[in-house]
């Protein structure tokens, strides 16, 4: 083992001796000043989850979020510099650890987060005006694709994930009632924020999303679907970067 | 070949390690800061807040792209990906420096976010030399390299860190990156004379130089255990340190970092404040 295999494979795991050959300034065993370098990585990754999924954190309190993170950074450590990337596999994570079973809902709370820092970092695109789509004559509109903004995202839940986040980051959100919600995270400026769909909506903007024409995301909202809801977000958000007739 | 004298580098005046939440007081006032240093892997998204923030910033102040994942010690080949990144970055920015650390933070595609110590023999100076190389090949720019905070030291060790940074710098025409603050944490850990470092170091190759504020803590012996944690004002013998530096080397691209607990403005700028002094202090003859 070279010295980087057996330094990394002790600075994840506690349980593991400290690699030989490291010693204090006297030649005596390094002992526990491995563990400043253990407790730096450890603390580092744990609270760059924490920054990035501060829902998920409140919703497990500190002691289990720290346990539920340092099984996540140690099984699934970072793959990339890129701090702002690390845990994209968290809300995989989070469905499938058997110790949340009882809160099935977390892994999609967890996606909102990723989603909104990912719509933080996206490229920037200009909205179009929104009267270039009441310009489109309706035989015109239904075969119309509509490009949405790289920030642009959906989750779509059984759970009342909306409602969840909003009771935990918005002071005076109403309790969550059970039921499905789909999200969609929108960018108008710097700031993204999630917005509740109109039911059908995570299909809709899923298609978009795919290049769909608009007649064919509408098929895929079924029935009972709020169009024009759905567009007046989308338009009045700044998500709608262009129009292709 | 890195030259203290081009005149597009750092001035040597005070800087400050940028924080988005100073942005404003920053762009309305900056006091007595007249550069900024960015982590650059905190600006390699593809737009947001981030970039145009730093794009107006840019356009006011001279800036100092601080790698902190490029893992230059590491054992394996540098990530190419991460390079063109950096590329990317510095292609855009025109920034007055880029500077990483000696240490390793990746190994088999596995980032560790910490920067890792590394022993000191011919086979690690080879590959460091080797990796610098290729970083300013790639950026088509020369490198700044910063002294680690170290914690512990290798037994196969068979140069000093001094002796080490020295030869890197000569092999690769590297310039240094001196952090008095690490200086001072990695002497107490390990029980020499900071000053001895600072003597036997080449500060004609010093292209900036860094204060951080540190933690207490001690080891199994009861050894004093400083923690480099950016998380606090600079310690008075780091001050003393710095002086002492300044005195030898003459005023330099002087940066404080501040990354955890971030103070309001005022501090910060009060911490910038003392290291102009600093800066006016070394400028006057003796």
């Known amino acids: 083992m070279t010295v980087q295999s057996a330094f990394r494979a002790a600075l994840l795991d506690a349980d593991r001796d400290v690699p030989s050959g490291l010693t204090d300034g006297a030649g005596r065993p390094a002992g526990r000043r491995f563990a400043v370098y253990r407790n730096n990585v450890a603390v580092s990754l744990r609270e760059a989850l924490e920054t990035g999924f501060p829902v998920v954190a409140k919703l497990l309190g500190p002691e ?23 845990g994209a596999d968290f ?11 009882r809160l099935p809902y977390l892994g999609d709370v967890a996606r909102i987060e990723l989603a909104l820092r990912r719509a933080y970092n996206a490229a920037d695109a200009a909205p179009v005006d929104p009267a270039r789509l009441s ?14 903004a790289p920030a642009v995202s959906v989750i779509c839940s059984p759970w009342p994930i909306f ?22 995270i929108l960018r108008p400026a710097f700031d993204p924020e999630p917005h509740l769909l109109p039911p059908g909506g995570g299909a809709f903007v899923a298609a978009l999303l795919t290049g769909a024409p ?31 007739p | 070949m890195f030259d203290l004298t081009a005149p597009d580098r750092l001035p ?16 309305r006032d900056a006091g007595p800061v007249r550069w900024l240093e960015i982590h650059a892997e905190n600006y390699m998204g593809d737009g947001g807040r981030p970039l145009a923030q730093l794009r107006h910033l840019a356009e006011r102040f001279p800036i100092s792209v601080h790698g902190v994942g490029l893992s230059i010690g590491g054992e394996g080949r540098l990530d190419p990906d991460h390079l063109a990144r950096l590329r990317k970055l510095c292609d855009w920015l025109q920034p007055a420096s880029f500077s990483e650390h000696l240490a390793w933070s990746t190994h088999d595609s596995h980032f560790l976010n910490d920067l890792l110590p590394l022993p000191y023999t011919q086979a690690t100076l080879t590959r460091v030399a080797d990796h610098i190389d290729a970083v300013q090949e790639a950026l088509g720019r020369p490198m700044l390299l910063e002294n680690p905070s170290s914690y512990l030291a290798f037994a196969e060790s068979t140069l000093s860190e001094t002796e080490f940074l020295a030869e890197v710098a000569r092999r690769t025409g590297c310039g240094l990156l001196l952090d008095v603050n690490n200086v001072f944490v990695s002497a107490t850990n390990l029980g020499y004379a900071p000053r001895d470092y600072i003597d036997a170091f080449p500060l004609e190759r010093v292209g900036e130089i860094h204060l951080g504020g540190h933690d207490d803590d001690h080891d199994d012996h009861g050894a004093p255990l400083l923690i480099d944690s950016h998380g606090r004002e600079v310690a008075d013998p780091v001050w003393a340190l710095l002086e002492y530096t300044l005195a030898r080397s003459g005023p330099r691209p002087l940066l404080v970092e501040w990354d ?25 003859p003796a």
Request: with cysteine; aromatic share 6%.
């Open chain 1, 135 to 148: 310009r489109l004559g309706e035989d015109r509109l239904h075969t119309a694709r509509l490009s949405l």
């Open chain 1, 214 to 244: 608009l007649a064919r995301s509408i098929d895929a909202a079924g029935n009972g679907f709020d169009l024009s809801a759905a567009l007046s977000l989308l338009l009045a958000q700044g998500a709608i970067t262009d129009i292709q």
């Open chain 1, 64 to 86: 289990n979020f720290h346990m539920v993170a340092g099984v996540h950074l140690r099984a699934a450590p970072p793959r990339s510099p890129l701090m702002m990337q690390f």
């Open chain 2, 260 to 284: 955890t607990d971030v103070p309001a403005w005022p501090v910060l700028a009060e911490e910038a404040r003392r290291a102009e002094e600093a800066l006016c202090r070394a400028t006057l």
């Open chain 2, 12 to 27: 040597a005046a005070p800087g400050v390690g940028f924080k988005a939440q100073h942005f404003a007081e920053i762009t």
């Open chain 1, 163 to 184: 409602a969840i986040w909003a009771r935990n980051r918005r002071p005076g959100s109403p309790k969550p009632i059970p039921g499905a919600q789909d999200v969609v």
């Open chain 1, 91 to 101: 809300p995989a994570f989070l469905d499938s650890f058997p110790p949340l079973a």
